[in-house]
């Protein structure tokens, strides 16, 4: 762990804490709570990649803590759980924001990709989030990056779909069961977004040419997760044309939506 400054003495550290803050859509969310949360006074920034977390250390308004570790191993994740437990900071914001995802047939995707989906996108997931719980109090704010492959089942997506429709449905009850502490939880179902994920997503297939027509931007989609998460709601669905498909997926029957997909 690498950290860029102290806060001063005798106040209790207001945190936010970012997985996958090393690129996409989680050095967005790193680099803009400021403008949402301005009482938040370090940005604790997770991630595999240590040189990719302190480029976007440099961006950050706030200060700082580097914590390079994988998220899946409980021993790495250690070094943050002993961090918190120093500090004993007031986590304001919790950015779930790690995940990975490989398009193609089940059986054509190997075994070890498979269980990797589900390890990052929900085991880690769940396993930071009961974590950080013990941190937060009244106007804490946590925001899980699901997707709008959430809606549905997919073909030749489907753990990734599976896993995102986990995180959707986890986040909603903790928004339900949490609302009574005051700590808020928003869902994040943005569809296929222009960052590094496919660069590996597609692995095993290529992403189809018309969903690259439909591309969002990422600092657009962070934008609105944040400013969404503000007014405490508990999805954030960017874009017209996936709120008309959260729409449908809502009111036509699922088969056709099925075949649609």
Not at 55 to 70: C, E, G, P, Q, Y
Request: glycine share 4%.
């Amino acid at each position: 762990m690498t950290e860029k400054t102290n806060k001063k003495s005798n106040e209790r550290l207001k945190i936010a804490i970012v997985t996958g803050a090393s690129s996409g859509l989680g050095k967005r969310f790193a680099l803009y709570s400021h403008m949402f949360f301005p009482d938040i006074d370090e940005v604790w920034l997770v991630g595999r990649n240590e040189q990719r977390l302190l480029h976007t250390s440099k961006f950050v308004r706030s200060n700082t803590r580097i914590f390079a570790l994988d998220l899946t191993d409980e021993d790495e994740l250690k070094g943050l759980t002993d961090s918190l437990k120093d500090v004993d900071p007031d986590i304001r914001l919790l950015i779930n924001s790690a995940g990975c995802g490989y398009m193609g047939r089940f059986d054509v995707i190997s075994t070890e990709d498979n269980i990797r989906m589900v390890d990052i996108n929900c085991r880690a997931l769940t396993m930071l989030t009961s974590i950080c719980i013990n941190y937060m109090h009244k106007d804490s704010r946590i925001i899980n990056l699901a997707s709008a492959a959430a809606f549905i089942c997919q073909s030749n997506f489907a753990v990734y779909a599976a896993t995102k429709s986990y995180v959707l449905s986890l986040s909603d009850a903790l928004s339900k069961e949490l609302r009574h502490k005051k700590i808020y939880v928003t869902a994040v179902c943005p569809g296929a977004v222009n960052t590094p994920f496919f660069d590996t997503a597609d692995k095993y297939e290529k992403i189809k040419k018309f969903k690259k027509l439909f591309m969002s931007k990422e600092k657009y989609v962070v934008i609105k997760a944040l400013w969404d998460s503000k007014k405490k709601k508990n999805r954030s669905v960017y874009g017209l044309h996936m709120k008309m498909f959260y729409l449908a997926c809502k009111l036509l029957p699922r088969k056709l939506m099925m075949m649609f997909v």
